[in-house]
């Protein structure tokens, strides 16, 4: 089965959703869920079991044994929180934090405009996913490296066998008129990490898989 993210995802009624991550375990580098959302409102994405996906036909990406409706019922993905420098998110015995993105946030309402208010007090504003314990989560924007320490690229997506246990890392390389697809054997990849895979081949024998792929 092919997951390729940022593709189209179809409910049973025939609703569309997209493909934004996928979660694999960290132990068995089995793909357990996938993380989908409607186009407009990311928010609203939602953790959705593999048991629950499949595989759409040629050129169909993955199709959903549920509606959009019932998808609605299944975990909610996405939280968000103000945290002070240094302040850690909250633990959560039943779950890790996925993907997270941050923002630092000014805070000096208490300056009149144009005043001096001293160094800046900034909060962090926190965008993060929910994934069960023992999990990890990539996106389409997670970084790739090589063995050897080198920037090679982003996730693309990931060829899975009947068990669900990741085949091939598909990699995305280069930039804009040239990009290329790698399909990157599971072998070859040291260590799953939420937003990073690091590989245990060097930079050139990507190079090589590059060309006979």
């Known amino acids: 089965m092919r997951i390729e993210l940022g593709k189209p995802v179809r409910c049973e009624d025939g609703v569309d959703r997209r493909l934004v991550d996928v979660v694999i375990d960290a132990g068995s580098n089995s793909v357990t869920h996938v993380v989908v959302e409607p186009e407009e409102h990311p928010e609203a ?3 959705v079991p593999m048991a629950l996906a499949e595989d759409g036909g040629e050129g169909q990406g993955l199709s959903l044994r549920c509606t959009a409706e019932t998808l609605k019922q299944l975990e909610p993905v996405r939280e968000y929180a103000y945290l002070r420098p240094g302040e850690p998110l909250e633990e959560d015995s039943k779950w890790d934090v996925g993907v997270e993105d941050m923002q630092a946030i000014p805070n000096d309402a208490s300056a009149a405009f144009g005043d001096y208010a001293g160094d800046l007090d900034l909060d962090v504003a926190v965008t993060y996913d ?31 066998d009947a068990d669900r246990r990741v085949t091939h890392l598909l990699l ?42």
């Open 45 to 47: 994405a939602r953790l």
């Open 130 to 160: 929910r994934v069960p314990k023992g999990e990890i989560e990539l996106r389409r924007a997670s970084a790739v490296y090589s063995g050897d320490g080198h920037h090679l690229g982003r996730v693309d997506g990931v060829l899975v």
């Open 172 to 213: 995305e390389r280069g930039h804009l008129w040239w990009r290329r697809e790698v399909a990157v054997p599971a072998e070859a990849v040291a260590k799953f990490e939420t937003d990073l895979v690091t590989l245990g081949v060097s930079k050139r024998e990507v190079g090589d898989l590059s060309k006979s792929s």
